[in-house]
């Protein structure tokens, strides 16, 4: 019996659609608790290249959530090790370990070699700018996000609007699973989800996931849908870039104090407060603002945006 033919009965499946996940390739950007049940139901479903990108190691505080992953695989690169657990489920199909972070230098690359991108990077910089990359190039993104008891999941770009046509705005809380807590069985619900709107565009199933919002709310066990279709893309955005872009004609803003960055992310770094922040705006320079994550600069930038003539772009250091 075909190692296939329990989905291929169905008639949304058949041979054709079994032949269009076999020709599907994937690019699933972060192998930590979402990518757990996801990876493995790519894997299983047959689709034909899947490429994980991560530069992270397996860590023990993670395992109750990132269930791909033993003890045993402490310390090693969550991408190969993740590889390795897809290969062993499914040695038909080509899978390819990236142990780096995705940055705007190479996002062009790797979304351009693939047919629909997975978010799955927990991170505002590397989320935004798979949405800015995948909406230039017009590949779907289905892009989701947990923290504590709540998460969503939603299918962007690919013909609908971008993640930044739903989210414009710095979001509210600087929260994160580590700082805030996350349940392992709500980041599986959502990563599982999140592999069925995968396998649904490569289908090419009626409704399109591509323009759905599902929010899910694991304390009531309720979940709300939302199509944002019609959604406008905002007029003007701040882009992310990668440190290594940094120049010395730039004004580089440092956000995080000397404690948490001994070292600014550039020599020519000034350090200030986000909360005291003050700048004389100086039209012959790009304004570059850094952070660990991205959000206070993002905050910040939103903040000087008024009184800023030229252009502002921001810097996240975790994943620079």
Not at 36 to 64: C, F, K, W, Y
Request: hydrophobic share 40%; glycine share 8%.
């Amino acid at each position: 019996m075909s190692r296939y033919s329990r989905q291929m009965i169905l008639p949304e499946v058949g041979a054709e659609g079994q032949a269009q996940l076999s020709d599907a390739r994937v690019l699933v950007v972060g192998a930590g608790g979402l990518a757990a049940p996801e990876l493995p139901l790519l894997a299983g479903a047959g689709v034909g290249q899947i490429t994980i990108m991560d530069r992270d190691e397996v860590a023990l505080s993670n395992l109750h959530r990132q269930t791909l992953f033993s003890e045993q695989d402490c310390g090693r690169p969550k991408a190969e090790v993740a590889a390795e657990r897809c290969i062993a489920l499914n040695g038909d199909i080509s899978i390819i370990a990236e142990k780096q972070a995705l940055t705007n230098e190479n996002t062009a690359e790797f979304v351009g070699q693939a047919d629909i991108v997975l978010d799955c990077a927990d991170s505002y910089a590397a989320s935004y700018t798979l949405s800015d990359t995948c909406h230039a190039l017009s590949k779907p993104l289905i892009s989701a996000s947990v923290l504590g008891l709540s998460g969503y999941v939603g299918g962007f770009c690919g013909g609908a609007p971008s993640l930044r046509a739903v989210f414009p705005d710095a979001p509210e809380s600087g929260a994160s699973c580590a700082s805030a807590g996350v349940l392992g069985p709500v980041v599986g619900m959502i990563g599982a989800m999140q592999a069925q709107m995968a396998l649904s565009v490569i289908l090419g199933l009626a409704p399109s996931p591509l323009g759905l919002m599902v929010q899910f709310d694991a304390r009531t066990l309720r979940s709300s849908t939302f199509r944002f279709d019609d959604a406008p893309e905002p007029a003007d955005h701040f882009s992310f870039i990668s440190a290594s872009q940094l120049t010395a004609n730039d004004l580089i803003i440092e956000l995080r104090g000397p404690d948490e960055a001994p070292d600014p992310i550039h020599p020519n770094a000034c350090r200030q407060s986000p909360e005291t922040i003050k700048i004389e705006p100086n039209t012959g320079k790009r304004l570059a603002l850094c952070c660990a994550t991205g959000l206070r600069a993002w905050r910040a930038a939103e903040q000087l945006k008024p009184d800023w003539p030229g252009e502002i772009v921001l810097v996240a250091a975790s994943t620079s």
